[in-house]
C-alpha cells in the first residue's frame, strides 16, 4: 500500500523558512520522480516542483524559483522541500506526490502524471 507523510509545516512571518518532509512507503521510491503541490483556501492547487529518480532534474514554478529547494534522499525514502523567504501567498496546504515509473531525468508538472498523494501539510505565512 503507497503511503505518502507529510511533515513539516507551520506558522511563520514572512522571511521565515520551513523544511517540508515527506516520507514514503509500499513503493521503490527510486523508481519514481516525485513533486510537491500546494493549494491556497479557495483556490486550485498549484504544482510546485518536481524530482526525477534520482534528483538529476529538478523543475520550480517560477514563483518560487530562488527561493524553494526541492531534494530527496532515496536511502531514507523522503523528498524534501526547503523552503526560503516566505511570502504570505506561500500560504497554503503542501502536498508531496508520487509519479509514475518514469524515465530517469523525467519530472512533471501537470497533476494527472501523479497517482499517489499525501494528506497534507498546512504552511501559514503572516505579514
Known amino acids: 500500500q503507497v503511503q505518502l507523510a507529510e511533515s513539516g509545516g507551520g506558522s511563520v512571518q514572512a522571511g521565515g523558512s520551513l523544511k517540508l518532509s515527506c516520507i514514503v512507503s509500499?513503493?521503490?521510491?527510486?523508481?519514481?520522480?516525485m513533486a510537491w503541490f500546494r493549494q491556497a483556501a479557495g483556490k486550485e492547487r498549484e504544482w510546485v516542483a518536481c524530482?526525477?529518480?534520482?534528483?538529476?532534474?529538478?523543475n520550480y514554478t517560477d514563483s518560487v524559483k530562488d527561493r524553494f529547494t526541492i531534494s530527496r534522499d532515496n536511502a531514507k525514502n523522503t523528498l524534501y522541500l526547503q523552503m526560503n523567504s516566505l511570502a504570505p501567498e506561500d500560504t497554503a496546504t503542501y502536498y508531496c506526490?508520487?509519479?509514475?515509473?518514469?524515465?530517469?531525468?523525467?519530472?512533471?508538472?501537470?497533476?494527472?502524471?501523479?497517482?499517489?498523494w499525501g494528506q497534507g501539510t498546512q504552511v501559514t505565512v503572516s505579514s
Open positions: 509500499g513503493f521503490t521510491f527510486h523508481k519514481s520522480f
Open positions: 506526490a508520487k509519479g509514475r515509473i518514469g524515465r530517469l531525468n523525467f519530472c512533471s508538472k501537470e497533476d494527472y502524471e501523479y497517482s499517489d
Open positions: 524530482a526525477s529518480r534520482y534528483g538529476s532534474t529538478l
